[in-house]
């Protein structure tokens, strides 16, 4: 059986398996989806066992591909490092790095400030990924990920990068034509802006429950950072990180005192590929920007 084995076929097979979905996983290899069916079946072949369920809507692993899927991302991870000592790229970071967060971190704090980490390493191409989601690192959708809770499972290396406040804020504009806030009890009269509970995509988001079971938003976004231009606009009242309202000359933060959460940023990193030169450098330049800025995420 060994003879038969072609180690080439265990790219096929975690693409198909970090994609769900052969034709997406062919795009991803530039080959036809054809040629990518035949590799996984020579791979199932050669090991003598079904590696995946085929369903209509695509392909979900088996318990022997589930266990396949450590092992070959743990080779493929050794198979990176050694291509990396072998050619001496950590002398020179070049090659792609792919870094997923929040849209309120990735566009308001990391944004401005990855550029510097371009002119440092000229021949590295980063790419920030800000939107409102998970993102899994087992299926490659990013190198590094910003989350808002530490993982609980997985092959993983997590780091607390900082806990940040969030507080109420509203538009100047707003405040002169509405009701006084002397309380939380006063809110529920009020225009509040918030999330939408059925895009929740982490529990640590859902704020308003913590604020008042009164208040009944008006306006609902998944986006932060449309929230954010929401606020600004004098459309109502939010909560939002300080990182992000508290120098903005237009808002004011109401009721500090009575309204005052916490919530955190973890770095997460797959363990088969975080020794690598390019990932654990633009970690550490992340690390390294929010531990220069600690005084923001304090409100």
Same mark, same amino acid.
């Given at each position: 059986?060994?003879?038969?084995?072609?180690?080439?076929?265990?790219?096929?097979?975690?693409?198909?398996?970090?994609?769900?979905?052969?034709?997406?996983?062919?795009?991803?290899?530039?080959?036809?989806?054809?040629?990518?069916?035949?590799?996984?079946?020579?791979?199932?072949?050669?090991?003598?066992?079904?590696?995946?369920?085929?369903?209509?809507?695509?392909?979900?692993?088996?318990?022997?591909?589930?266990?396949?899927?450590?092992?070959?991302?743990?080779?493929?991870?050794?198979?990176?490092?050694?291509?990396?000592?072998?050619?001496?790229?950590?002398?020179?970071?070049?090659?792609?790095?792919?870094?997923?967060?929040?849209?309120?971190?990735?566009?308001?704090?990391?944004?401005?400030?990855? @550029?510097?980490? @371009?002119?440092?390493?000229?021949?590295?191409?980063?790419?920030?990924?800000?939107?409102?989601?998970?993102?899994?690192?087992?299926?490659?959708?990013?190198?590094?990920?910003?989350?808002?809770?530490?993982?609980?499972?997985?092959?993983? *290396?997590?780091?607390?990068?900082?806990?940040?406040?969030?507080?109420?804020?509203?538009?100047?504009?707003?405040?002169?034509?509405?009701?006084?806030?002397?309380?939380?009890?006063?809110?529920?009269? *009020?225009?509040?802006?918030?999330?939408?509970?059925?895009?929740?995509?982490?529990?640590?988001?859902?704020?308003?429950?913590?604020?008042?079971?009164?208040?009944?938003?008006?306006?609902?976004?998944?986006?932060?950072?449309?929230?954010?231009?929401?606020?600004?606009?004098?459309?109502?009242?939010?909560?939002?990180?300080?990182?992000?309202?508290?120098?903005?000359?237009?808002?004011?933060?109401?009721?500090?005192?009575?309204?005052?959460?916490?919530?955190?940023?973890?770095?997460?990193?797959?363990?088969?590929?975080?020794?690598?030169?390019?990932?654990?450098?633009?970690?550490?330049?992340?690390?390294?920007?929010?531990?220069?800025?600690?005084?923001?995420?304090?409100?």
């Amino acid at each position: 059986m060994a003879s038969r084995f072609d180690w080439d076929d265990l790219q096929s097979f975690l693409a198909v398996a970090r994609s769900g979905r052969l034709t997406l996983a062919a795009k991803r290899m530039g080959v036809d989806h054809t040629t990518l069916g035949r590799r996984l079946t020579g791979l199932e072949q050669a090991l003598g066992t079904t590696l995946f369920e085929r369903h209509a809507t695509g392909y979900s692993l088996t318990q022997a591909g589930e266990t396949l899927l450590q092992n070959a991302e743990a080779m493929e991870g050794m198979a990176l490092t050694i291509m990396e000592e072998l050619s001496g790229a950590g002398a020179r970071l070049s090659g792609a790095v792919r870094i997923g967060t929040p849209d309120g971190f990735g566009s308001f704090f990391l944004a401005p400030r990855i @550029g510097r980490l @371009g002119s440092l390493h000229p021949d590295l191409e980063v790419q920030l990924v800000a939107m409102p989601r998970l993102f899994s690192l087992s299926k490659r959708e990013a190198d590094i990920a910003v989350t808002l809770a530490q993982p609980e499972a997985g092959r993983l *290396h997590a780091r607390k990068l900082t806990d940040y406040e969030l507080g109420l804020y509203a538009a100047r504009s707003y405040l002169e034509n509405a009701e006084p806030i002397t309380g939380v009890g006063d809110l529920a009269r *009020h225009r509040f802006i918030s999330y939408i509970d059925d895009l929740l995509y982490t529990p640590e988001l859902d704020y308003v429950p913590l604020v008042s079971r009164d208040i009944r938003p008006y306006l609902k976004s998944a986006s932060l950072v449309a929230q954010f231009r929401a606020v600004q606009a004098g459309s109502g009242i939010a909560v939002l990180p300080c990182f992000m309202a508290a120098g903005e000359k237009d808002l004011v933060r109401l009721l500090p005192d009575e309204v005052n959460l916490v919530r955190s940023f973890w770095l997460v990193i797959h363990s088969d590929v975080r020794h690598l030169s390019r990932i654990r450098v633009t970690a550490e330049f992340i690390a390294d920007e929010v531990r220069r800025n600690a005084r923001l995420f304090q409100g």
